[in-house]
């Protein structure tokens, strides 16, 4: 296939900054252009569009108009390792004991979705967080409806979705997770769902295609990368468990428009390398899934695993 031909199904593929992290942004946003991709999900972090640093809106402003020139669609991503704090990953969080902390994640949340408005994002991405040592669980859904409700009135003052990850080893961890949380908030319009399609491998009861069906209501983003059963590691397509057109499939058949965001975090030493294989992969995953949605597939498998196992395992 050329750069730019469609899959067979109505789906638009996009590759996060997260796994082109040795890249300058502008350098990854087009060689995704010239692999052919539809989008990027763009991780806001010290080397691509920090949040923190001055000038930021201006800074937006020239990555908004590079993303027109190169023609592709954009969500904005949150999870940072380090963007926040140096030395604890992911943190702090909408969990933390410290209201000063909380109010330091919510404030990146809040400049997430002014860049997403000026880039005219699909969603802004986001998540939970780890419970605190010390923290009881009815604590800590407490303090995330809490810190959610700033957020969600920018969300709905900008027009811009912002869109939950249910994350291993988080307080919000399964799609039963946000359907409570989205029950505790009286099911607000702009609270819609990201969808990782290898964490419902990793640990939801349902299988991914099924989980796809399940989340169609709420769906806003997706991330999709290979995973085993119980491993949350993001792996290569092919080097993990899943039947993935029966999962392109369902989600066509959602009528998602949105970004669907290849996510390999660990594989930023060979990001070129992955991004160049993984669009063939989907694309190719898409043409099976437009024949036929039942019985196992082959597609071939391109890259190694991951070395590094992104630490949490599910029974």
Same mark, same amino acid.
């Given at each position: 296939?050329?750069?730019?031909?469609?899959?067979?199904?109505?789906?638009?593929?996009?590759?996060? @900054?997260?796994?082109?992290?040795?890249?300058?942004?502008?350098?990854?946003?087009?060689?995704?252009?010239?692999?052919?991709? %539809?989008?990027?999900?763009?991780?806001?972090?010290h080397m691509h569009l920090d949040p923190l640093a001055p000038d930021l809106a201006a800074r937006t402003g020239r990555v908004?108009?590079?993303?027109?020139?190169?023609?592709?669609?954009?969500?904005?991503?949150?999870?940072?390792?380090?963007?926040?704090?140096?030395?604890?990953?992911?943190?702090?969080?909408?969990?933390?004991?410290?209201?000063?902390?909380?109010?330091?994640?919510?404030?990146?949340?809040?400049?997430?979705?002014?860049?997403?408005?000026?880039?005219?994002? %699909?969603?802004?991405? *986001?998540?939970?967080?780890?419970?605190?040592?010390?923290?009881?669980?009815?604590?800590?859904?407490?303090? &995330?409806?809490?810190?959610?409700?700033?957020?969600?009135?920018?969300?709905?003052?900008?027009?811009?979705?912002?869109?939950?990850?249910?994350?291993?080893? +988080?307080?919000?961890?399964?799609?039963?997770?946000? +359907? #409570?949380?989205?029950?505790?908030?009286?099911?607000?319009?702009?609270?819609?769902?990201?969808?990782?399609?290898? %964490? *419902?491998? *990793?640990?939801?009861? &349902?299988?991914?295609?099924? *989980?796809?069906?399940?989340?169609?209501?709420?769906?806003? +983003?997706? #991330?999709?990368e290979d995973m085993r059963r119980g491993i949350h590691e993001h792996l290569p397509f092919g080097d993990g468990e899943i039947?993935?057109?029966?999962?392109?499939?369902?989600?066509?058949? @959602?009528?998602?428009?949105?970004? @669907?965001?290849?996510? &390999?975090?660990?594989?930023? %030493?060979?990001?070129?390398?992955?991004?160049?294989?993984?669009?063939?992969?989907?694309?190719?995953?898409?043409?099976?899934?437009?024949?036929?949605?039942?019985?196992?597939?082959?597609?071939?498998?391109?890259?190694?695993?991951?070395?590094?196992?992104?630490?949490?395992?599910?029974?």
């Open positions: 296939m050329t750069p730019h031909e469609p899959s067979a199904l109505p789906l638009r593929f996009g590759y996060g @900054t997260n796994g082109l992290a040795d890249l300058r942004l502008d350098d990854a946003l087009a060689l995704l252009a010239d692999l052919g991709y %539809h989008g990027v999900g763009l991780t806001l972090d908004a108009r590079r993303l027109d020139e190169l023609g592709l669609g954009v969500t904005v991503e949150t999870g940072a390792r380090y963007v926040l704090d140096p030395r604890r990953k992911h943190g702090p969080s909408l969990l933390d004991p410290d209201p000063d902390d909380r109010a330091r994640r919510v404030d990146l949340l809040l400049r997430a979705v002014r860049v997403a408005a000026d880039l005219g994002a %699909h969603a802004v991405h *986001c998540f939970s967080g780890t419970v605190p040592d010390g923290t009881d669980e009815d604590t800590a859904w407490k303090r &995330l409806a809490e810190s959610f409700a700033p957020v969600l009135d920018a969300a709905s003052a900008a027009g811009v979705p912002l869109a939950v990850e249910p994350e291993p080893g +988080h307080l919000l961890a399964t799609l039963a997770d946000f +359907h #409570q949380l989205r029950r505790a908030l009286g099911d607000p319009e702009p609270l819609g769902l990201t969808l990782d399609v290898g %964490h *419902c491998q *990793c640990l939801e009861p &349902l299988a991914p295609a099924d *989980c796809v069906r399940e989340a169609a209501p709420w769906l806003r +983003h997706v #991330q999709i039947d993935f057109p029966p999962v392109l499939a369902a989600l066509a058949a @959602t009528g998602y428009q949105g970004l @669907t965001v290849v996510e &390999l975090p660990r594989h930023s %030493h060979a990001g070129p390398r992955f991004a160049a294989h993984s669009l063939p992969y989907l694309r190719r995953a898409a043409r099976l899934a437009a024949r036929t949605t039942s019985g196992p597939s082959t597609v071939p498998s391109h890259g190694d695993p991951s070395a590094t196992p992104e630490g949490s395992t599910t029974p």
